[in-house]
């Protein structure tokens, strides 16, 4: 691995460790099972990763964080629709990505991914990409809490320049969207893919204030809603919303088709899942109820900065 590589390979590893302490910090009761994989030699794709999976926890119901350092001889079509000069070069890639699943319904799922590409192609130069970003996905809406996660978000773009959150925030509203359903899935936040433009050092640092900021984001929100009491219909209306969030991530998300194309370790793609989902035949929820206040005034985009 060349220097540039191990360092980002480092600092991700720090980061997993750094996110699951807190998170199991905060949790009280779950610990997180550490679940390290080897490609087996002979498949397409080798490499390693390291996934951290809680379950059954007293405030996450799941939380997965999966680091993953993956090796290929030719990028998949996910990875090459907006470079076609690279269309089978080698590979490698590297990332974090997580997904917290809240057991009490007025808290939030997030997730959040950081992850490098570098191509290879013989005669060119080594060309180098990030992505990431992290993004709010609430059962029940709450103004303070979508508005302090997309303050977070562009404090942690500042250094960056002005121009940055606009840009993420609007990529990513139109990127966790439904679209055979025409539904946001939830609040957003920032998204960003295939940045070049800063070169190494500036993409690597966009990454590192984005998975730094994942947890001052996150926590003050679970703090504030994990004690709140629920019933049966909250319970109930989490685990229908639970539906959208497989339907996107089978259906539309480039990280999983990425991971699932290129010969990925399908338990540490489908981490992400939620473990208790339902879906009900064309259900609509009452005028007035909270549940209808989710699609009148969170689904939809949205200035959070001047809520």
């Not at 679940?35 to 999976?53: H, I, R, Y």
């Not at 994990?226 to 539309?252: C, S």
């Not at 899942?273 to 549940?291: H, L």
């Amino acid at each position: 691995m060349t220097t540039a590589v191990t360092e980002v390979r480092s600092w991700l590893l720090a980061l997993q460790q750094r996110i699951a302490s807190s998170i199991e910090a905060e949790d009280g009761s779950g610990c997180f099972l550490t679940d390290a994989w080897t490609k087996p030699p002979g498949e397409k794709l080798q490499g390693e990763g390291v996934s951290k999976l809680l379950e059954g926890g007293a405030v996450f119901e799941r939380a997965g964080v999966g680091f993953s350092h993956v090796r290929g001889p030719s990028l998949p079509p996910s990875a090459t629709q907006h470079r076609p000069e690279l269309a089978g070069a080698p590979f490698e890639a590297m990332g974090v990505s997580l997904v917290f699943h809240p057991r009490n319904p007025y808290v939030p799922t997030v997730h959040m991914n950081v992850r490098m590409l570098a191509a290879h192609k013989p005669g060119m130069e080594t060309v180098t990409w990030f992505g990431g970003g992290m993004d709010l996905t609430p059962y029940y809406g709450f103004e303070e809490d979508a508005a302090h996660f997309h303050r977070t978000c562009r404090d942690a773009l500042s250094a960056f320049g002005d121009q940055y959150h606009p840009r993420f925030k609007r990529w990513c509203d139109e990127y966790f969207f439904l679209k055979h359903r025409n539904e946001p899935r939830g609040v957003g936040g920032i998204f960003f893919d295939d940045l070049s433009e800063l070169g190494f050092e500036g993409g690597f640092a966009m990454i590192r204030a984005v998975g730094d900021g994942l947890l001052a984001a996150y926590l003050p929100i679970v703090q504030r809603r994990k004690a709140m009491p629920y019933g049966e219909r909250e319970r109930d209306f989490q685990t229908y919303r639970r539906g959208r969030y497989v339907e996107f991530n089978l259906v539309w998300d480039r990280g999983t088709l990425f991971g699932l194309q290129s010969g990925g370790r399908t338990e540490s793609i489908l981490m992400s899942m939620p473990p208790v989902v339902t879906w009900r035949y064309d259900w609509k929820p009452e005028p007035g109820t909270p549940e209808a206040r989710l699609y009148t005034d969170f689904l939809r985009p949205r200035d959070w900065l001047v809520a």
